[in-house]
């Protein structure tokens, strides 16, 4: 018998199971050559029907072949610009190739993963670098996304401080399971889903409501988006670290949810960080840690937390994941570091991010539906608002009437259709379009959003065309669908 050479396993470290069948066992791209073409169809079979409804509504039902950085490919060769990055998940462009080779290092290890009774190196190593970048915090707790980063904050808030109720912003989003959907503020989201947990919301910015709601004493935490995804709002100045006091001195936590904003999307490696003397309890992230390719959540807190929830051996699976701290999420977490920080991403997000806004902004005197462009980073928002002259305000009233939000569907319709370039609506019953874009655009990208938008308002101003032919035809779906 031939021994082991190290590189490959006994045939008996296989398993017994039925021998492999000859040739190519599963082929994905011949499944994709023969299948691809049916994507609309079995979503609309076997998954949410309605998605492929609307995508095709508005015009988005396109078949993207290919995907590079910024960029999308049509199955015509054309090109797209991607300002949406995926909500946010795909922070260093899509196909990095560091990331690609991470994963195949990883794949090509073998390693021993999830066990469950051993400590692997990769989680302790992701969470290591992860904590240089948070000072005053201590351990990681890793997961799956960003709705179970804030379930792990939730459960652990309420365990260490043994109070029930959180407390959070009005038009908040922190996710869509049942706990972060107790703190989520948009009402549309949580219809039909109560009875949900028994927190309470605050407006953004209101110390005097943060204070009188802690002076019940129940207050386990307060769960805050430093810029809020819905509508791109930013907490005032100063009052993160006012929060931070009042919540200490009656013995709460400042959770800061960080899964769209944090790893360098706002300018600083941590939205709140553009505060001095913020220090949060507990810090949620995700989205851009996967690198696009692998699930991963992670919350990171303080040392007295983690030892009151994991406070003996008994309590060691207190609180856990089945597919947290995998090899392949650790990997890529870990190599999604190492490119922001090589690619001084967080310095490109706001040197980039400057220029992209100070540039858009310049327009709002320009036209009179422009109201507003803020944010921080490559995180901006872009506002419309009530027209002065006669002619636009008719029509501006008319989509209002049918539905607030369409005005800004009809700005984000034209940009794809019309020059390539995908973006969303911030919010639902929003005047909102939401820019989050991959952190390595530059000067070009730039260029090519703000000569395309330009096109749009003045199409939109012109009072006609085919961009107010397309808001009536919203206009009577809206009407229709109520």
């Not at 952190?439 to 938008?453: K, S």
Request: proline letters at 5%; a negative charge.
């Amino acid at each position: 018998m031939t021994e082991p050479t190290g590189h490959e396993p006994p045939a008996h470290a296989r398993g017994s199971g039925p021998a492999e069948t000859p040739g190519k066992a599963f082929d994905l791209a011949k499944l994709l050559a023969e299948r691809g073409g049916e994507r609309y169809e079995l979503h609309s079979a076997h998954l949410n029907h309605q998605l492929p409804r609307m995508l095709r509504t508005i015009g988005f039902d396109k078949v993207y072949e290919r995907a590079e950085g910024a960029y999308f490919w049509d199955s015509e060769g054309n090109d797209y610009l991607d300002m949406l990055a995926g909500f946010g998940v795909m922070g260093l462009g899509r196909h990095h190739p560091v990331v690609r080779e991470a994963l195949h290092d990883v794949l090509d290890a073998s390693l021993a993963d999830l066990t469950r009774f051993d400590c692997q190196p990769l989680p302790g190593l992701l969470a290591e670098k992860l904590l240089e970048y948070s000072p005053h915090l201590d351990r990681v707790f890793f997961g799956n996304s960003g709705t179970e980063a804030v379930e792990t904050a939730l459960k652990f808030a309420r365990y260490a401080t043994g109070k029930p109720r959180i407390l959070y912003c009005s038009h908040a989003f922190h996710g869509l399971t049942i706990g972060s959907l107790s703190v989520n503020g948009e009402d549309g989201f949580r219809a039909g889903f109560a009875p949900l947990l028994p927190d309470t919301s605050i407006e953004i910015g209101d110390l005097d409501a943060l204070e009188r709601e802690l002076k019940r004493g129940d207050v386990a935490g307060f769960v805050i988006e430093p810029i809020q995804g819905k509508g791109v709002q930013t907490t005032p100045p100063g009052f993160l670290r006012a929060a931070q006091e009042l919540l200490h001195r009656h013995k709460a936590l400042l959770v800061v949810d960080e899964v769209q904003t944090g790893l360098g999307r706002t300018g600083d490696f941590y939205a709140y960080q553009h505060e001095e003397g913020v220090e949060p309890d507990l810090v949620c992230v995700a989205k851009a840690l996967s690198g696009g390719y692998v699930p991963v959540g992670a919350t990171l807190g303080k040392d007295w937390i983690f030892k009151k929830v994991y406070s003996s051996m008994d309590r060691v699976l207190v609180h856990s994941a089945s597919f947290g701290s995998n090899a392949q999420a650790m990997a890529a977490g870990l190599a999604v570091l190492s490119v922001i920080e090589d690619e001084r991403l967080v310095a490109n997000a706001r040197t980039t991010g400057d220029l992209l806004r100070s540039r858009l902004a310049a327009l709002v005197d320009r036209y009179e539906l422009l109201s507003d462009v803020r944010g921080r980073g490559l995180m901006i928002g872009i506002e419309f608002g009530r027209p002065t002259s006669i002619g636009l305000r008719s029509r501006w009233t008319m989509l209002q009437t049918a539905r607030k939000g369409l005005f800004a569907q009809m700005v984000v319709v034209p940009l794809l259709r019309k020059h390539r370039i995908l973006t969303q609506v911030s919010g639902d019953h929003l005047e909102v379009i939401k820019l989050i874009p991959p952190l390595t655009i530059g000067e070009r990208e730039v260029d090519r959003f703000v000569t395309a938008f330009t096109a749009v308002m003045d199409d939109a101003h012109t009072g006609g065309g085919l961009m107010w032919d397309f808001g009536r035809t919203l206009v009577k779906q809206a009407i229709a669908g109520r």
